[in-house]
């Protein structure tokens, strides 16, 4: 995992996302609301607080194609590249819905990560991307395995060890994802090889460069 960096949120994003949401969010308690399209939403609970998972409309769906252009198509979690056709994008929301009502349609609370990581992540207490530290997490070149950095305190490497067996980060294909940029980068040792390894998993490129594995230019 690396550092993210947050984007600019669109120009479009309020009318898109947040206002509708919002607005709907207000319609399921029984909140009066000015509707300029669609159908009414049905009164779900008495508080906002009190919403189910479930209940809240997904209009965070529109800020996908935002994501995508804004984080290079990277997933947040594993750093490869969700590719056009095969990848399966989604939004994950950082706090969860349920956590925060408020926060369920601002774009500061989205990642953009692949639907696998999605559904592992849930609402477990992992580490947020835009949170960690780039020393924190190290790649082991013999094995491609992700692991703490060594000389983390105890209870640091314990939550960033934790967060990489509940994303099942080493599981065998994550690991050969890892494998098979790494040694099409060695194979060729090129300019063009290096650029698209930078693109396409960040995280080995790093790992390599700060190891001393990159060809030296």
């Excluded at 000015?34 to 479930?54: F, I």
């Excluded at 992992?126 to 949170?131: N, R």
């Excluded at 065998?172 to 980068?185: G, H, L, N, P, Q």
Aim: proline content about 6%; some cysteine.
């Amino acid at each position: 995992m690396i550092r993210l960096t947050l984007a600019q949120e669109p120009a479009e994003f309020d009318a898109k996302v947040r206002q509708p949401g919002l607005r709907a969010l207000d319609e399921m308690v029984g909140n009066p609301v000015v509707r300029t399209a669609g159908k009414p939403y049905k009164v779900k609970a008495a508080r906002k607080e009190d919403l189910k998972s479930v209940d809240f409309p997904a209009y965070w769906t529109e800020s996908t194609p935002d994501l995508l252009e804004s984080y290079g198509r990277l997933c947040a979690y594993t750093s490869f590249y969700i590719h056009k056709v095969t990848g399966a994008p989604s939004v994950d929301h950082a706090v969860a819905k349920t956590k925060d009502w408020r926060l369920a349609y601002e774009w500061t609370n989205y990642r953009l990560v692949c639907s696998l990581m999605n559904s592992r992540k849930g609402v477990k207490n992992l580490l947020d991307p835009t949170a960690v530290h780039d020393e924190w997490f190290e790649l082991e070149f013999v094995s491609f395995q992700v692991i703490p950095r060594p000389g983390l305190g105890g209870p640091l490497a314990a939550i960033v060890q934790h967060t990489i067996d509940e994303l099942g980060l080493n599981e065998k294909s994550c690991i050969d994802v890892r494998t098979e940029y790494a040694e099409e980068y060695w194979d060729t040792q090129t300019a063009k090889s290096w650029g698209r390894l930078l693109e396409r998993c960040p995280f080995v490129a790093r790992e390599m460069e700060r190891q001393g594995r990159k060809q030296a230019s």
